[in-house]
């Protein structure tokens, strides 16, 4: 009995808790993954469907000087997985020299009427059409090039991901609340989880009570 009574009371705690117990169970956004920014230093740079030469290669191969995005920490082999162009094949880490660390995505809305989408972090690259609409969501990298281009990761068609946009038409998305916490406690409409567990704390209390009447009743009779 003093098991369930002490999980009744930690449920009861958690609902009262607020914003950080909120947090612990439901966390707003997941971890972003680790992804780095790369530039190809060899001529022409052979894709493939695995970690080593032994794989298949996957046409085409990169450009001397094309940017990437791709895993940011290798294989046993130094191989790297990528997350832009060919998502989800091989490249050799000996022939990727590294741009930008940081390893986190932010969301983005277009502030232009219409923002080009080009094939690297600045005008003088090409165009990969269609362009950003004015309002658009989308995301990107959370740390620009040097002259403040992002790369984009989500939200644009496949033939995007891992081209470029200026910053300068971008405005950051702050992201809502997992929670909301005040004198009633944490909202069941933002925090399922909670709620459930709030529901399953009642319930338990409730049969604690019950069988806390029973034995009450039955030693008067």
């Given at each position: 009995?003093?098991l369930?009574?002490?999980g009744?009371?930690?449920?009861?705690?958690?609902?009262?808790?607020?914003?950080a117990?909120?947090?612990?169970?439901?966390?707003?956004?997941?971890?972003?993954?680790?992804?780095?920014?790369?530039?190809?230093?060899?001529?022409?740079?052979?894709?493939?469907?695995?970690?080593?030469?032994?794989?298949?290669?996957?046409?085409?191969?990169?450009?001397?000087?094309?940017?990437?995005?791709?895993?940011?920490?290798?294989?046993?082999?130094?191989?790297?997985?990528?997350r832009?162009?060919?998502?989800?094949?091989?490249?050799?880490?000996?022939?990727l020299?590294?741009?930008?660390?940081?390893g986190?995505?932010?969301?983005?809305?277009?502030t232009?009427?219409?923002?080009?989408?080009r094939?690297?972090?600045?005008?003088?690259?090409?165009?990969?059409?269609?362009?950003?609409?004015?309002?658009?969501?989308?995301?990107?990298?959370?740390?620009?090039?040097?002259s403040?281009?992002?790369?984009?990761?989500?939200?644009?068609?496949?033939?995007?991901?891992?081209?470029?946009?200026?910053?300068?038409?971008?405005k950051?998305?702050t992201?809502?609340?997992?929670?909301?916490?005040g004198?009633?406690?944490?909202?069941?409409?933002?925090n399922?989880?909670?709620?459930?567990?709030?529901?399953?704390?009642?319930?338990?209390?409730?049969?604690?009570?019950?069988a806390?009447?029973?034995?009450?009743?039955?030693?008067?009779?």
């Open positions: 009995m003093a369930a009574v002490a009744t009371a930690g449920g009861l705690m958690l609902l009262a808790g607020g914003a117990e909120a947090a612990a169970v439901t966390p707003h956004l997941a971890a972003a993954p680790k992804i780095c920014r790369y530039e190809v230093t060899a001529s022409s740079l052979n894709v493939r469907t695995g970690p080593g030469t032994r794989w298949d290669t996957v046409p085409p191969p990169l450009a001397h000087g094309k940017h990437l995005g791709a895993d940011c920490i290798t294989s046993q082999s130094n191989w790297h997985q990528l832009s162009n060919q998502v989800g094949m091989w490249v050799s880490g000996q022939y020299k590294l741009i930008s660390s940081s986190r995505s932010c969301r983005y809305e277009v232009a009427s219409s923002l080009n989408v094939t690297g972090p600045g005008t003088g690259w090409d165009t990969t059409p269609p362009p950003l609409k004015h309002g658009q969501h989308i995301t990107a990298d959370c740390r620009g090039s040097e403040g281009w992002r790369s984009l990761r989500q939200s644009v068609p496949a033939n995007q991901i891992g081209k470029w946009s200026s910053g300068a038409y971008l950051p998305i992201p809502s609340r997992g929670a909301s916490a004198a009633g406690g944490t909202s069941p409409a933002t399922p989880a909670l709620a459930a567990a709030g529901l399953g704390a009642i319930a338990l209390g409730g049969g604690v009570a019950v806390a009447r029973r034995r009450q009743v039955k030693g008067l009779s």
